[in-house]
Each structure stands twice: as structure tokens, then as C-alpha cells.
């Protein structure tokens, strides 16, 4: 059976009657244009190099080239067959569409360990974000930052090297108005993936936890009957850190005590629990045990997409040799054949 990752891209399909009705209006148009100069039969014998049918036959060629990118760009492939050909158990991964939601508030500022000599919880955050995106494959990966508010910082895209720029560049100005705002995050990343896709959707939320803005826990039962996968990567100590402020200074109250946060663990195990997904720590062991949920099909997938790209080169090749003019050694034959015929006219033959 055939089927099509991004079977909306074959819409584009429909301009290419649109091309060709553009060319023939042209064509029309230098036909009346060449009228003004005569009688077409005599207005073309002054043009022994123009061609009737080269126009017509490039651009075939070049519509073919077009049908078969915008073919290959919508992944095509086939899934069933015989059934011996069929491995109990074997799966095939389609893909899944992740946006990621990374705390920028200031306590992710804060070391995300136990030890205050550490490295800061969002260091730490965009550490395991990145492992992640280069364990990624025919997936999609999306960015929002949040603190009081949310924003989004990268849409979703296949694009990793751009999801790794962006990732590297977030920090805790990003946002101005401070706080956790992690159910806000959840719901900009529920109206941020594909429409009508048939990806598997997840969404990850990587905070401390330290939620005072509304309630996370409802927006991810939202997510999960939405049927989009809330995970959670809690970062930070259970005893607590200072967090530091410029001047080498940390962060105090109203009384000029420091301020201590500590990983609100089991904030992040109630979010991940509504939302159908899984909560994880930060270290790295155990998340790279962890796979997130993937639509599969029973049986194996043959991409098809290069045979389509290989046609459209092909196409294009054969476009880039052929001129609009007549071919040289097309146009001695005519006239080859033309000499011949009057010369047997001569003979009465």
C-alpha cells in the first residue's frame, strides 16, 4: 500500500496545470504578436531556427521534474506485502512531533545539584536537550521558553542544527516577567503542532518544578486527552541551592535571607502522571533508557522518496541539454530531406 508521510505537500501538484495553462496564454500571445508582421508561414521561414515543439516538449519535461520533487518531499512509501515478509513484533517508527518547553525563570540559574559549586539547572537542561535532538530520526522538534510567560522561540521543524542554535542561545532574559508558568507552556505547545499530522505528538516540559503561576496539571490532562504525550525532566537538588544573582551575590527575601529552591519533585510526577507521559530526572543514564511513545505500523516500510528524487534529476538533466531552438543535426536532416524531395519534383520522379 502506498502512503505518503506529508501527503499534504502534494497539493503543490495543482499548480502544475496552472504552469502549463500560463505557457499556452504566452504561446498564444506570440502568436498574434507574430501576425502583425505577416503571414505566419512567411513570418516563420525567417526564423529557420525556432522550433514549434521544443517549448512545448522543456516544459513537460520541466512539470515532470517538478511533480516528481514535490513527490519525493512528501516521503511516499509502502507498508504491508506478503506476510511472510512480516516479522512478528517488528515495528516501523513513523516519527513523532516534540516540543520541547525549557524554564528560563531565574531559580533555573541555580546548580542542579545538591552541590552549589555545580553547573546552573539550565546548563544542565540545555546538556540533556541536546542529547536528545541527536537521538532524533524523521522526527520533528519544536522550542518554547517560559518563566511568568511563555513564548516560542523555534516552531516546529526538522531542521536539528537550527533546533541546536536556538537551544544554545536560550537564557533567563528571554523573559521579563518572572515566575513558572508551566501550564501556559503546555498549552502554547498544544496549538503548535502540525495540523491534520499523523505524527505522534509529545510535548516535554524541563523545569524545577517551582510552579506559582496556574495549574500545570490540568493543561497536561488537557494535552493527554488531546492524545499528546506530556513528559517532564525534573532538574535541581531535593536539598536545595541559592541562586545567584550578578556581582556574585545570591538571590534574598524581603527579610535578606538567600532564597534556597530545590526541585519541587513531586510537582513534575503529577504533571507527567495527567498528561500520560512519563517524568524522568536529569541524569542521563536513565533517560537514555527511556523512549518516548511512536506511532508504528506492523509491517516494514519501503521509502520510495529517492527513486522519485532520482527521476526529478534525471528530468532536469535531460532539460538542461535540450535547447528552445531546433536541434542542429535534426534541422540538416529536414533540409537534407527537403533538397532530396525537390530534386525528384525536377525529375518528374
Not at 512539470?63 to 520533487?69: D, G, Q, W
Request: hydrophobic share 45%; aromatic share 8%; net charge neutral.
Amino acid at each position: 500500500m502506498l502512503s505518503f508521510a506529508y501527503p499534504q505537500l502534494l497539493y503543490l501538484l495543482l499548480a502544475i496545470p496552472v504552469i502549463a495553462a500560463l505557457y499556452f496564454q504566452s504561446r498564444l500571445s506570440r502568436r498574434r504578436r507574430l501576425r502583425r508582421f505577416g503571414h505566419l508561414k512567411v513570418v516563420r521561414a525567417m526564423m529557420p531556427d525556432s522550433s514549434r515543439y521544443m517549448g512545448w516538449i522543456k516544459l513537460t519535461i520541466e512539470c515532470l521534474a517538478l511533480a516528481f520533487i514535490i513527490i519525493a518531499l512528501a516521503r511516499p512509501y509502502t507498508t504491508g506485502g506478503d506476510t511472510a515478509s512480516q516479522t512478528e513484533g517488528e515495528t516501523v517508527s513513523r516519527g513523532i512531533e516534540v516540543m520541547i518547553c525549557v524554564d528560563v525563570s531565574n531559580s533555573m540559574l541555580a546548580s542542579s545539584t545538591d552541590d552549589p559549586r555545580g553547573v546552573s539547572r539550565l546548563q544542565r537542561a540545555k546538556f540533556i536537550l541536546e542529547k536528545l535532538i541527536d537521538k532524533m530520526h524523521d522526527d520533528k522538534v519544536g522550542l518554547i521558553v517560559f518563566a511568568g510567560d511563555a513564548y516560542t522561540q523555534l516552531p516546529i521543524t526538522s531542521d536539528y542544527i537550527s533546533a541546536k542554535m536556538f537551544l544554545n542561545g536560550i537564557n533567563t532574559d528571554m523573559v521579563p516577567t518572572q515566575g513558572t508558568a508551566i501550564g501556559a507552556a503546555i498549552d502554547m505547545a498544544i496549538n503548535s503542532f502540525t495540523p491534520d499530522s499523523d505524527f505522534r505528538k509529545a510535548i516535554i516540559v524541563i523545569t524545577d518544578g517551582e510552579n506559582f503561576e496556574d495549574n500545570a496539571v490540568e493543561e497536561a490532562r488537557r494535552a493527554a486527552s488531546a492524545g499528546i504525550q506530556v513528559d517532564v525532566i525534573g532538574i535541581g537538588g531535593g536539598k536545595g541551592s541559592p541562586i545567584p544573582m550578578s556581582g556574585g551575590e545570591y538571590l534574598k527575601d524581603q527579610q535578606g535571607q538567600v532564597v534556597m529552591t530545590a526541585l519541587n519533585e513531586s510537582m513534575a510526577k503529577e504533571i507527567a502522571q495527567a498528561g500520560d507521559g512519563v517524568y524522568l530526572d536529569s541524569h542521563l543514564d536513565k533517560l537514555g533508557k527511556t523512549e518516548f511513545k511512536r506511532r508504528t505500523a506492523a509491517s516494514a516500510a519501503n521509502e520510495l522518496f529517492p527513486i522519485a528524487a532520482i527521476l526529478a534529476i534525471m528530468m532536469l538533466v535531460i532539460d538542461g541539454l535540450l535547447p528552445y531552438c531546433k536541434i542542429s543535426w535534426l534541422r540538416d536532416i529536414n533540409f537534407f530531406t527537403k533538397q532530396t524531395s525537390g530534386k525528384k519534383d525536377e525529375n518528374g520522379k
